[in-house]
């Protein structure tokens, strides 16, 4: 309705800044003649009346146009979080570098908003951690919109993974990943590096853990 709506102005624009145009050209004519015959004929003093009033209206008609035009365009609604959204998040990776994209860790967000997270070399993905706070509806909101913005419901699990589940070959990082929503559940294994959206999701879930459980610092 919005995209109608600034079509239906600009061409409505359009329409009328020729109408201006043309009137602005014949306006020094019209009015040389209307100069002519005001002395000579009332009727004549009429039919300029109304050359002016149209183009009142012209400049009125390019004015509404203009309006239209500036009316803000209807931006799509944000996704809904699903009632039964579950997010679970396994981390294999190596304590070594104490970086938190590569920590040992396990994350869960629970339908009323609440987010478990544990880190650990013993962490596994079957793992039920403590709770570590209860997120705000903004937070789940931007978790959810990560999620359907990327179709990571959808998300198959990279080649990498894949060997790496197998046996066939072994990941620095390994993230599994199970999303609940909709009455279906989804899980893929992927690696930092073949799911970039994987990524940025569990930078959101680091960023909203660790005020409250860090990273352990790198040993001096």
């Given at each position: 309705?919005a995209e ?7 061409v409505?624009l ?12 014949l306006k020094?004519r ?5 100069a002519?015959?005001h ?5 004549a003093?009429?039919?300029?009346t ?17 309006a239209g035009c500036?009316?803000p365009i209807a ?7 699903p009632?039964d959204f579950v997010l679970?998040?396994n ?8 970086e ?6 396990q994350?869960?967000v629970e339908?009323d ?8 070399a013993g962490?596994s ?6 709770l ?8 789940m909101q931007?978790l ?6 990327n179709h ?7 080649p ?6 197998l046996g066939?070959t072994?990941?620095?990082v390994?993230y599994?990943?199970?999303i609940?929503s909709h009455g279906r ?7 930092p590096?073949e799911?970039?959206p994987t990524?940025?999701l ?6 909203l853990r660790?005020p409250?459980?860090?990273v352990?610092?790198?040993p001096d």
């Amino acid at each position: 309705a919005a995209e109608r709506q600034l079509s239906i102005g600009f061409v409505t624009l359009l329409a009328g800044t020729l109408l201006v145009v043309v009137l602005g050209r014949l306006k020094p004519r019209l009015g040389q003649n209307w100069a002519r015959m005001h002395a000579n004929s009332t009727t004549a003093t009429k039919k300029n009346t109304k050359v002016r009033r149209a183009y009142v209206v012209a400049l009125l008609v390019v004015c509404s146009a203009l309006a239209g035009c500036r009316k803000p365009i209807a931006m799509p609604p944000k996704p809904t979080v699903p009632s039964d959204f579950v997010l679970t998040v396994n981390i294999r990776g190596d304590s070594g570098p104490h970086e938190p994209g590569r920590y040992p860790s396990q994350y869960i967000v629970e339908p009323d908003r609440r987010l478990r997270a544990a880190l650990g070399a013993g962490v596994s993905p079957h793992y039920y951690p403590k709770l570590t706070r209860v997120l705000t509806p903004g937070q789940m909101q931007s978790l959810w919109e990560q999620i359907e913005r990327n179709h990571l419901t959808a998300e198959p699990t990279s080649p990498t993974a894949e060997a790496d589940l197998l046996g066939t070959t072994s990941a620095p990082v390994l993230y599994r990943v199970t999303i609940i929503s909709h009455g279906r559940t989804h899980r893929y294994a992927t690696t930092p590096a073949e799911s970039p959206p994987t990524r940025k999701l569990i930078e959101q879930l680091i960023d909203l853990r660790a005020p409250v459980i860090p990273v352990p610092r790198r040993p001096d």
